[in-house]
């Protein structure tokens, strides 16, 4: 009777390995903390501080991986665990791109060149608002 008993625990510990991942902003490489990870289809953490993911104990195979944040496009693909093995791995979130086009100036730098940030009365010539040399 023991026998039997010992062979199902052993089938309810299938072989698992670990997760490591890193996740960054494609543009300026910055680590990005609070990413949302879901691996198949189940939410499973998010990243620390650091733009740290890690956990143990996921079953080895092909998994579906996303990762999600505000203000970032999601990414989706997959990712293969092997057991007793832990490659880390970086996943780049590219961010929205209106994000950028929002913020004005540094107050170091009035005189911006993006005139996307200017102001209306900023984009005429000085000759047309009644100005002379």
């Not at 903390?33 to 890690?54: E, K, L, P, S, Y």
């Not at 195979?61 to 057991?83: E, K, W």
């Not at 791995?89 to 009035?110: A, C, T």
């Amino acid at each position: 009777m023991l026998i039997p008993l010992l062979s199902l625990l052993n089938l309810a510990t299938a072989p698992a390995g670990s997760l490591d991942f890193q996740v960054v902003e494609v543009v300026r490489h910055l680590r990005l903390q609070a990413a949302t990870i879901t691996v198949d289809g189940t939410v499973v953490g998010a990243t620390n501080g650091i733009g740290v993911f890690r956990k143990d104990g996921v079953a080895t195979g092909t998994h579906a991986l996303t990762i999600s944040l505000p203000g970032y496009n999601d990414f989706s693909g997959t990712f293969n665990v092997v057991q007793g093995s832990t490659p880390v791995q970086e996943f780049e979130l590219i961010p929205f791109v209106n994000q950028f086009l929002l913020k004005g100036p540094e107050r170091s730098q009035p005189y911006s060149r993006n005139t996307d940030t200017w102001a209306p009365s900023r984009l005429t010539k000085p000759e047309d608002r009644g100005c002379r040399h």
